[in-house]
């Protein structure tokens, strides 16, 4: 059975930071990624991350503020969010394909399995 179970999120100040991981089990991907959802909105894509190489992929408003990396020994993929802002609040998915890279992945419909998602809250 696959899984993907995400820890990390929380409450936050504008500015601060915050760092995700998901742990994947019961087979391998291709590519791991996050997606975002906040109230009322669509599933968004964060960033993505190829397993084998580690060529990356980020949503245009959110290049250099968050970072997202791999342990390839720890079948883990994490997310580092830094300089955060009330509009980044939203529930955060972990999320993983075999479908195409991470550098072609743009939506939902590229995305095989899910996380159950963490909530991030981002005080102003």
């Known amino acids: 059975q696959v899984q993907l179970v995400e820890f990390g999120g929380g409450l936050v100040q504008a500015g601060g930071s915050l760092r995700f991981s998901c742990a994947i089990s019961g087979r391998t991907f291709s590519a791991m990624g996050w997606f975002c959802q906040a109230a009322g909105k669509e599933r968004e894509f964060v960033a993505a991350i190829n397993w084998r190489g580690g060529s990356t992929r980020y949503a245009d408003s959110l290049k250099g503020r968050f970072t997202i990396s791999r342990d390839n020994a720890k079948n883990t993929v994490y997310l580092q969010m830094n300089s955060l802002k009330p509009e980044d609040t939203a529930i955060y998915h972990c999320?993983?394909?075999?479908?195409?890279?991470?550098?072609?992945?743009?939506?939902?419909?590229?995305?095989?399995?899910w996380g159950q998602g963490t909530q991030v809250t981002v005080s102003s």
């Open positions: 999320a993983a394909t075999s479908r195409i890279t991470a550098l072609l992945i743009t939506s939902t419909r590229d995305i095989q399995n």
